[in-house]
């Protein structure tokens, strides 16, 4: 856990939710936006600190909501409630595996549209919900499973770039032997 890995991931943070303004490809495609914080939580979960995961769910929602209809500030919770738990939890996860990347991401993508529309609910706001919000949940969903692993493996390929390896190897050669004795000369 290192400074380059929190770098990278609120940089990703800032171009997912640029991305998701900006190019409303999925949107048109399938008549739903692929939120991609929810995956980005899963990231920051298994490979930071709990502080980067704050961070992430604080400017990632806020982000998110100064350029959507939601009140300002309802993203946060829902995420950072997933980047806590999962970050609990990552010891017991197998984080290199694709399949529980998938897994991971496909939960945390259901898991944060629903607590968001149950704290609006909560608020008082009244929601546009209906048959057409099963889509899109379906979408987002599906959507955020198949985007975790890829930003995975964007991570991996950034701090394979811009960070450095340790050597690993050391200065003695394998077939070497030395030879130690106790008799001493005079």
């Not at 739903?32 to 929810?38: F, K, M, T």
């Not at 604080?58 to 806590?84: C, E, Q």
Request: with cysteine; aromatic share 12%.
């Amino acid at each position: 856990m290192n400074l380059l890995n929190s770098i990278l991931i609120l940089a990703m943070t800032f171009v997912s939710v640029f991305l998701e303004a900006t190019f409303p490809v999925t949107r048109h495609l399938f008549g739903a936006q692929v939120d991609l914080l929810p995956a980005l939580m899963v990231c920051a979960a298994f490979t930071t600190d709990l502080i980067t995961v704050a961070l992430v769910a604080i400017f990632g929602g806020l982000w998110f909501d100064s350029l959507s209809a939601n009140p300002f500030g309802i993203s946060i919770l829902p995420l950072f409630v997933i980047g806590f738990l999962i970050s609990l939890w990552r010891d017991l996860m197998l984080r290199e595996l694709p399949f529980a990347q998938l897994f991971l991401g496909a939960a945390a993508s259901a898991v944060a549209p629903v607590m968001t529309v149950l704290l609006l609910l909560s608020g008082g706001i009244q929601p546009l919900l209906g048959w057409g919000s099963l889509w899109q949940w379906i979408v987002m969903t599906a959507g955020g499973a198949v985007a975790t692993p890829l930003l995975f493996l964007i991570l991996e390929m950034c701090n394979d770039a811009l960070g450095y390896k340790l050597k690993s190897q050391t200065s003695f050669r394998s077939d070497r032997e030395i030879l130690r004795t106790t008799k001493f000369k005079k």
